[in-house]
């Protein structure tokens, strides 16, 4: 006959039993917690100082990450503190719900340093400004004649390009070649 679930005695876990589990555990956060400091320093070292961003954006970017930085420095410290318990001074079911109420707290602390990071990290997709709208292209005619400056607006059937000599029309049956450069001779 199988005995009533009720009747069946639960073993019960003394509280220092429960403070060794829970302190593995923290140990375990802990360890995750030292990653997304990680992360938020190389995320600061590996930024770029070329941003097009904004100066304003610029300044939150910067004023966030050295928030998720003591963010993630707190949360590392009060997971620390369950982890690595320091005095005994707190003992039984007291020490177990408040080393709880400390875990959860810095798992909610690291999570919080974290998307504090992430947003931070978003000013560096800023997009970037077109450098230069009207880029300047070589033409080569089938003569062999070159010119290079950035295309202007023309008849059909025709190239026009502005050269330092002013604007020269290259029909499309007299060229030979049209490439990109960065700048002219």
Known sequence: MDPDETSVPRPTTAPGDRLE?????????????????????????????SSSAPRAIQW?????A??????????VFTVGRVAYPVSDALDGD????G?????????????????????AALSGWWPSPASNSNP???????????????LVSGPADAISVRT???????????IAQVSPVAHCP
Do not use: D, E, K, Y
């Open 99 to 119: 080393g709880t109420a400390r875990l959860r707290s810095g798992i909610r602390l690291t999570i919080v340093a974290l998307i504090l990071a992430v947003i």
């Open 94 to 97: 007291r020490a177990v719900v």
């Open 21 to 49: 589990s829970l302190s593995a555990s923290a140990r375990g956060w802990h360890t995750i917690q030292m990653a997304v400091l990680g992360f938020i320093g190389i995320c600061g070292i590996l930024r770029t100082t």
């Open 60 to 64: 939150l970017a910067g004023a966030l």
């Open 164 to 174: 330092a000599n002013g604007i020269v029309v290259v029909p499309t049956q007299a």
């Open 66 to 75: 050295v928030a998720a930085l003591a963010v993630a420095c707190m949360a």
């Open 136 to 150: 300047a292209v070589a033409v080569t005619g089938n003569t062999g004649q070159a010119w290079c400056g950035p």
